[in-house]
């Protein structure tokens, strides 16, 4: 299943971002956590809670700056190995520099997607972002590409989601529900499935006193745990702990209800978990949550004649 978001247009794409609801979100010490688990290929829902309450998503925004990208690439025919500028825009918050970039230096677009994808780094980030949004503005590249995250939250039915910025450290805010669409959306790349796999990635940086090279180390404790083969997991003040959790099993031979014959079906469980308040917390419920979610999954095969279409969620179809 492919599917391309083209890029906008500067001026529809600004129109867009400014029907954008405003709120003022709550902390997540101010929320109940909320989670949400469903079996992908089905796009059943298997169990959630607090699945449609608005809330700060941290560091998870990056993974649609990382599906912005991949869509400018393709439209753009832009390479992995296109070298990429360090503006000072993308040095503004020193915790979540994760590679130490400085203005002027220079990295490769394939390992500002790994360090984007693969741990809570606003700098990688916010260089990605700048390198496509000064394709579309050069007054404000940040603002245009923002724009473009926003045309991707609604184009997939993310319609609770605002995005504020191009990185976590920017406070921007969806469901829960609207997360399962974006990991469905994001588990379609197989970009996306060969970096978040990873349990650790080298990134080289280059600046005036030469090349250096740093080792970024996966985020998600639960990779090969459990079958879990990606997305990513988030820390931040205003988010809390969260994790999207990706997890496939083998195929499944069952009975399909529109041609009386047996079929063969993928099986890949998504879950997300935010506002946990500790690390630990967090993946002790993804953890359960996988575990349960499977047998939820068993459970309504037996008992479902599989054309039960309540507490779905489904992708808009190309």
């Known amino acids: 299943m492919k599917r391309f978001i083209g890029i906008l247009c500067v001026g529809a794409a600004a129109l867009l971002s400014s029907c954008s609801q405003i709120f003022a979100p709550k902390t997540a010490a101010e929320m109940q956590p909320s989670y949400l688990v469903m079996e992908t290929n089905s796009e059943r829902v298997l169990f959630s809670e607090n699945a449609n309450e608005r809330r700060p998503i941290g560091m998870l925004a990056n993974i649609a700056t990382a599906l912005v990208i991949m869509d400018w690439m393709n439209s753009k025919n832009v390479s992995l ?22 203005p002027g230096e220079q990295i490769s677009l394939r390992d500002a997607l790994h360090s984007c994808l693969m741990w809570d780094d606003s700098a990688c ?18 603002g245009a590409f923002v724009a473009q995250m926003n045309h991707l939250a609604r184009t997939i039915g993310m319609n609770a989601t605002n995005f504020k910025g191009s990185n976590g450290s920017v406070v921007s805010t969806a469901s829960t529900r609207d997360l399962a669409l974006l990991g469905m959306y994001a588990m379609d790349r197989q970009m996306v499935q060969n970096i978040c796999s990873k349990g650790s990635y080298t990134a080289t940086v280059t600046g005036s006193a030469g090349a250096r090279q740093v080792q970024i180390n996966n985020t998600n404790r639960l990779l090969s745990s459990q079958g879990v083969d990606g997305l990513r997991a988030a820390n931040s003040r205003s988010a809390g702990c969260c994790i999207i959790a990706s997890a496939k099993r083998g195929s499944l031979k069952a009975l399909n209800p529109q041609t009386g014959k047996e079929s063969t079906y993928a099986q890949r469980l998504l879950v997300i978990v935010m506002g946990m308040p500790n690390s630990n917390a967090r993946y002790q419920k993804a953890a359960a949550m996988l575990n349960d979610g499977w047998g939820a999954w068993e459970a309504w095969q037996k008992t479902s004649d599989m054309t039960d279409t309540t507490k779905f969620i489904r992708l808009p179809k190309n």
């Open 81 to 102: 190995d296109t070298m990429l500028t360090v503006p000072a825009s993308a040095c503004r918050w020193p915790a979540t520099n994760l590679l130490h970039l400085q």
């Open 125 to 142: 980030a916010s260089t990605l972002a700048h390198a496509c949004g000064s394709t579309l503005s050069t007054m404000d590249p940040e």
